[in-house]
C-alpha cells in the first residue's frame, strides 16, 4: 500500500487525507523525512562553495519539506485527536526529532558558514529582513549550544534529547488523568443547582463517554465541563471532590505521577542554561524576549499583584458574607461569586449564557476581521478532516484572493488534551512561490446537544476571540522568511495579537449584533448588556490573583538551583506564603499539571507573557477607543501591516511603537482590570 504521507496531496486546499493515513505510516514517513533533511544539511555545512546568504541561510529555510509535513501532521494529531498508537510512536518519535534538531544546531561546518554571514550581514546590500533572518538564525544556533566545545556539545544534546522524551511523558500523564476522570452524577439531589444548560451538557457527556446508567450526567475536567459545575452546584461536597481531582492531576501516586519527572526536566533545563553561561534557567530563558530578564517580568507582576491581593480580599469578605461561610473554600468561590454578583449586579451566568451561543460568536469574530482587514470566510464542506466536529472555512481579502484556510476544532473530548490553542498544518512563507497557511483553532467547549446550539460562557467567549486572534496572526503573515513568518515571535509578544483581538468581543455594537437568544433570537437587552458591562471589573482580584501566583511561582522555580530535594507542594506553599496568597484561591495551575511549564520549553520561566501582552493589548486597543471608531481605518491599516501581517520582521517594540505611535504604559490594563 502507497503511503499517503508520502504523496502530493491533491485534495482541496491540500489538506493532508486524513480518511486515508493511518497510525502506521507515521514512522516510514519520518524515518524518509529525517534521512532526506539530513542529507539536505549535510550538503549546505559541506558545500565547497563560500557560503552566502542564498546558498546557506535560503537553502536551509527551503529544507525539511517534508519533515515539517509529517510533524505538522502527526502533533496536531497527538494534541487533538490522540490514540494509543499514536502515543506510542510519539514516546519513540519525540527524543528522535530532538536529537536531529540538536545536531542541526550543533552541526560545527554549518555554524561556521552562518557565522562567517552574520559577521559580514550589513555589507551584503541586503533587505532588512533578510538581516533580521541572519540575525534570529545566528542566535538559535548559539542558544541552542553551537559554541560550546567537546565534550559540553555532546551533554548538550542529550539532555535535549532526554528532555523531549520528558515533555512527551509529561503530557501524556495529565491527559490520561483528565480523560479517566468522570464525576458520574445519577440522583436528582446530586443535581441540585445545575441550570438546563449544564445537565444538556452533561447527559451529553456521559452519552460520549458511554455511561449507560439511568438518568447519567457526566462532569469531567475540562473547564468547559468542571467550571459550570463549580458555579451553580448546591453540592458543596461534590464541588470539593471536583476540586480535588483538578488539583491533583499529575499528582495522584502511580504511573502518571508527574513528580519525578518535574524535577528532572528542572535539572536538565538548568544543565543546559549552565553549559551557555547562564546563572539559572530563567535568565537563559527570558534573555530573548522583550522583557529581558526574570526580575523586569517579576517587577510588571508585582505592580498588578498588589491591588489585585487586596481587591481579592475585599471579594473574600464579601463571599464569606452572604455565605456564612467561616471556613470559605477554593471550591466555594466560584459558588458564591456568582450568587454575590446576582446580588451586586442582578447578574448570573445562567441569564447571560443563552445569548452566547458558538456558531453566534464566530460570525461575530469572522465580522470583525471583516471589518478590520476587509476579510471574508466562507465555510467548506469538501475538505478531509480528522474528527466530524471540525469546520473548515475559506479565507479571502477584498479583492477574492485566497489568503489560508481556517479550521474549527470547538469540542472537548477525550482523546484532546486540555486547554485552548492554535496550531498550524502548513505555515506561510514566500520563497520561491508563496505558501498560505492552513490554521486550526483548537477548543475544549462542551458541546451542545443533538439539535441544540452549543452555550459558552463570557470566559469561553473570550477564549474563543483569542485563540482566533493567534489565528490571524498565522493567517495575515506576509513575511518572506518561514523563521520569521507568523506567530513565530518573541514569546511576551506572541500574546499581543491574540489578546488585543479579545477586545471587539465586549463592545456593545457587538454584543447588541452577535448576542441572540438561543430560543427566541432577540438580540441581548440593553438592560442585561450594561449589566454585563458594568461588571466587567467583578472578580477582578481574583482572576488575577490566581493567574499572577502561576506565573511568580513559574519564576521562582526556574531561578531555583538546589534541585535534587525538591518538594513540588512545600515550594509552592512557601512562594504563596512570601507573597501573601489570599486564602481560598488556588494556583490557576498547580506544578504537576501545569502544561505551559512542562510539556515543552515555550513558556517555561515565561508564563508571565499574558501580562506582558495585556500591557500591550489595553495600551494598543484604547488607540481605537480614542478615535471613537472600533473599526477606525488608520490604527486598524497599522495594526494589519506592523503586527498581524509583519511576524517578527523587526523587533517587537519596535513593531509596537511603529503602530501605537509610542511606548505602551501599565495605566490602561490597570484600569481595564479595575485595579487602579
Known sequence: MMNPLLEKWNTPFEM???????????????????????????????????????????????????LN?????????????????????????????????????????????????????????????SIRLIERYHLDFVRAGAKLKDHDRVSFA??????????????????????????????????????????????????DRGVTENNAHVITLSRSSLTPFMTFSERRDLRQKLWAAWCQRGENQGAHNNEAIMREILQL???????????????????????????????????????????????????KQLSGLEDL????????????????????????????????LMEAMFYVAHKLFHLNFKEVNNISKYHDTVTGWEVTDAHGKHLGLFLSDNFARSSKRSGAWMSTYRDPMHLKQSVRPIVVNNNN????????????????????????????????????????????????????????????????????????????????????????????????????????????????????????NLDFKQFEAKTLQAIQMPPAIGMRHRLP?????????????????????EVLDADGFDAFLESGDLFAPEPASKLYEHIYAAGNRQDPMQAYVAFRGREPTVTPLLTKRGLN
Request: proline share 4%; no cysteine.
Open 269 to 319: 533545563r538548568l544543565a543546559q542554561a549552565k553549559l551557555l553561561g547562564y546563572k539559572d534557567f530563567s535568565e537563559y530563558a527570558l534573555a530573548d524576549t522583550m522583557a529581558g530578564s526574570a526580575q523586569a517580568a517579576r517587577d510588571l507582576l508585582m505592580k498588578v499583584w498588589a491591588p489585585a491581593r487586596l481587591k481579592a480580599l475585599q471579594e473574600r469578605e464579601d463571599l
Open 158 to 207: 542529550e539532555y535535549t534529547e532526554k528532555l523531549a522524551s520528558l515533555f512527551t511523558t509529561f503530557s501524556q500523564n495529565v491527559l490520561a488523568d483528565e480523560a479517566s476522570f468522570s464525576l458520574i452524577l445519577t440522583q436528582d439531589d446530586e443535581l441540585k443547582g445545575l441550570p438546563e444548560f449544564v445537565l444538556s451538557a452533561a447527559k451529553k457527556m456521559a452519552q
Open 593 to 613: 499539571h501545569f502544561s505551559h511549564l512542562f510539556s515543552s520549553n515555550s513558556y517555561a520561566s515565561a508564563y508571565y507573557v499574558y501580562m506582558w501582552a
Open 16 to 66: 493532508p487525507p486524513f480518511e486515508q493515513i493511518q497510525s502506521s505510516h507515521f514512522s516510514e514517513a519520518f524515518d524518509l523525512a529525517l534521512n532526506r533533511h539530513q542529507a539536505e544539511i549535510d550538503h549546505i555545512a559541506n558545500s565547497p562553495d563560500a557560503p552566502t546568504f542564498e546558498n546557506t541561510l535560503l537553502a536551509l529555510e527551503g529544507s525539511g519539506e517534508l
Open 69 to 129: 509535513q509529517t510533524s505538522a501532521v502527526f502533533f496536531n494529531l497527538s494534541a487533538s485527536h490522540t490514540s494509543p498508537e499514536i502515543q506510542a510512536i510519539e514516546r519513540v518519535m519525540a527524543p528522535q526529532l530532538a536529537a536531529h534538531s540538536a545536531a542541526l544546531y550543533l552541526n560545527g561546518p554549518l555554524f561556521a558558514r552562518i557565522e562567517k554571514i552574520h559577521a559580514e550581514r550589513n555589507h551584503l546590500g541586503l533587505d532588512a529582513e
Open 445 to 564: 467547549f462542551s458541546q451542545g446537544a443533538e439539535g441544540q446550539p452549543t452555550l459558552l460562557s463570557l470566559d469561553d467567549a473570550r477564549t474563543l476571540f483569542h485563540e482566533f486572534g493567534h489565528g490571524l496572526h498565522g493567517l495575515l503573515s506576509q513575511v518572506k522568511y518561514p523563521r520569521l513568518s507568523g506567530t513565530n515571535v518573541l514569546r511576551d509578544f506572541v500574546e499581543f495579537p491574540s489578546q488585543v483581538y479579545e477586545n471587539w468581543l465586549m463592545q456593545p455594537q457587538i454584543l447588541k449584533q452577535f448576542a441572540t437568544h438561543a430560543q427566541t433570537g432577540e438580540p441581548m437587552p440593553d438592560a442585561l448588556l450594561k449589566r454585563i458591562l458594568d461588571a466587567q471589573t467583578f472578580n477582578q482580584g481574583f482572576t488575577t490573583v490566581e493567574y499572577v501566583s502561576s506565573a511568580l511561582v513559574d519564576l521562582d522555580l526556574h531561578e531555583t538551583t538546589d534541585l535534587n
Open 329 to 360: 473554600q477554593a471550591w466555594d468561590w466560584h459558588f458564591w461569586t456568582e450568587r454575590v454578583r446576582k446580588e451586586k449586579y442582578d447578574l448570573n451566568e445562567a441569564e447571560i449564557k443563552p445569548y452566547l451561543q458558538l456558531h453566534k
